[in-house]
């Protein structure tokens, strides 16, 4: 009993670890804010309109990708 509690203390201490190193890398890169709608369209004025909220919430710079392609649709 011993032997497999202390392997469970070993895992769930090197998942802590690995979470922890994961969260670190986030903030590193700008957030992508994929949207699917040509540039000029509703949506992307939308996107555009609400990104600077996003930013300052996140504390990270927020990038308008406009991708028609994401929608599905043809390039």
Do not use: H
């Amino acid at each position: 009993m011993g032997v497999i509690r202390m392997g469970r203390v070993f895992a769930a201490a090197l998942a802590a670890a690995l979470a922890g190193s994961a969260l670190a890398q986030y903030p590193e890169k700008p957030v992508r804010f994929v949207v699917p709608q040509a540039p000029g369209s509703a949506t992307d004025t939308i996107s555009r309109i609400v990104t600077p909220e996003m930013s300052k919430f996140l504390g990270q710079q927020v990038i308008v990708d406009n991708s028609p392609a994401a929608l599905g649709g043809e390039n």
